[in-house]
């Protein structure tokens, strides 16, 4: 099945990177198929930038900032609260 007719409806995705370049781009086109993203980035206000994106469609997000190289479980914490 291709992903571009695939729907993830009731999905939680954690994207790492996910503030700028190809991480931006996969939290952008996982939100608009239906999954509530978790944008991971270490600069957290970019996290919240694509955010604010992702709710002027309606879709459902949060910014996290951990570093995931060090506090990884908190990037799954944060996902596991909000969703």
Do not use: P, W
Request: with cysteine; glycine share 12%.
């Amino acid at each position: 099945q291709n992903i571009m007719t695939s729907h993830f409806d009731g999905r939680v995705a954690i994207i790492t990177g996910a503030g700028r370049g190809l991480g931006r781009a996969y939290a952008l086109l996982l939100a608009r198929l239906g999954a509530k993203v978790c944008v991971n980035n270490r600069t957290k206000s970019k996290a919240d930038e694509v955010v604010a994106e992702i709710a002027t469609f309606g879709g459902k997000a949060i910014a996290d900032g951990h570093d995931v190289a060090t506090h990884a479980e908190g990037v799954v914490d944060a996902t596991m609260h909000a969703f």
